[in-house]
């Protein structure tokens, strides 16, 4: 507690950080009640699209909380305290069975051979080995192929405890998972860790996307990861295309494929599957449909 009688900034400054304890508190609490039952909990799956033919590759899983009275929270705001408290092993564990299930119901309309579901794995899921026995477990339990399954991690994951984290990779790797490093350019973006990490692909992060209508640097970096890239055998997908321009350069720059509002937002299950069926869903230009989960 500040002081009553102590200076001014001295005392805001610790009512905020005690503010941030006491909400991350409750944070916390309110996500061990949700794991309780996980029914305020959804995935979402966002389209890849190859750039060229613009069919859809695969999907990337997000997850979503609707909290019962403050209703949709962002998962930058609760998975950091979910990773913090240890909460991220059961919520990471429901969300891997949750894939596998949608899989297995999506499968009965013959997905693509190559259609697969990537999942985002924090930092501390890979250490141990109990990701890897939750994947293995759920891939057999819904009788699906390895390969039907991509993980995202970022470089920050891999710099804590790297034989850890190599293990857990390879062993991966080794049943047939796919294993991908998201946000690429804005962690410590070695080319060794591609190499020593056996990386199969990189999203190429948000942030070098945005500005390429305007920014020659990031048009730049961006072509020089692709053939980089290419160069090393690792496949390339860029994270959050939002305008034609962006999605132009990128497919003119050889990137394999693209993610991104403007060709769809994260979507429940059920309305991915009319997509893949290739029913419903004319696609608006800007996905109305979705502006509401965002
Ligand atoms: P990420 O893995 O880099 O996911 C990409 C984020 O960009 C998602 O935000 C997605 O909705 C958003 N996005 C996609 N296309 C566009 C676009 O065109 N424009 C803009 N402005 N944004 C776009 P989201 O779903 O809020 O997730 C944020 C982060 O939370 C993710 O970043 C990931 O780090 C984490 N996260 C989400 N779901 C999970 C999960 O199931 N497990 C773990 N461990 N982390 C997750
Ligand atoms: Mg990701
Ligand atoms: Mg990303
Ligand atoms: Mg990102």
Redesign the pocket.
Known sequence: TAKSNGKGNFCQFNYEMERQVLSRGLMERELRSAIMDFSQFQLFY?PKLDLITGNIVGV????RWTHPSKGSI???KF?PIAEATGI?NPL?EW?VQQACRDIQNWNSHALHPDFHVA????PKQLYGGKVFNILRQQLKRYDLDASRLHV?VTETALMSDKNSAKETLDSLRNIGIEVWL??FGTGYSSLGYLREFNIDGLKID?SFVSDIDNDSNDRTLCSAIISMAHQLGIKVVA????TTTQSSFLSDAKCDYG????FAK?MPAGDLEQKLRGTSLQETPNNEIYMKE?
């Open positions: 966002q990337e899983a997000l997850l962002s998962p930058a998975i991220i990471g969300i999942l985002n794995l924090s995202e998201d946000d948000r994270e959050g295309i939002e993610q991104g509002y403007l994260p965002l």
